[in-house]
């Protein structure tokens, strides 16, 4: 993508210093959009736990400490635990192999860790499905994270570049997250 753009500005006389940015303003955008989407939702997904656990805290019948309220407690606390984990995965896997399997990943994450949430509140063996799917989805994230940084090493110290075939096995296996 920088070399694309290198070239645009070599081919005018004068670089342009605003062409510049703007070229390199949309180079970035189009990498990273679909990451800047799953991150706000995730940041949505929050601020509903959250709310869920101020409305049991503060609800007219019910006690500080009610079991309701000590399960909601417990499932915002375990979402929160892996919260920064899941955003340096979705992120790096995101940056350095391909944005689109990522983010593929990070919304079929969200909508695990919403089982998880929503499974906590009846009997905490009903959130183990949405527990265990979550922490496959993780491992394939950070399984992209290795082979991105992997073939940016091999790109600089050898001179292979395999992330056309990298991406392609990757956008297939992504697919596959889908099955139970």
Known sequence: MLSVMLKMTLQH???DPQFILENMFE???DNIFLLVLV???SVVQNV?????VEKECTGQHS???SAAFERLSCANRNCMDTYPTFLAVLWCAGICLSQAPAAFAGI???VVRQKYFVGYLGQTCQSTP???FGKRILFFLSLMCAVG???HLMLSYCGSDYKEYIQTITKAASALLLLP
């Open 149 to 151: 940084i992997i073939n």
């Open 27 to 29: 180079a970035v955008m």
């Open 130 to 132: 949405g527990f265990l």
């Open 39 to 41: 991150t706000l939702l």
């Open 108 to 110: 079929i994450y969200l």
């Open 48 to 52: 509903f736990f959250a709310l869920k």
């Open 63 to 65: 006690k500080p400490h």
């Open 13 to 15: 006389s004068e670089p």
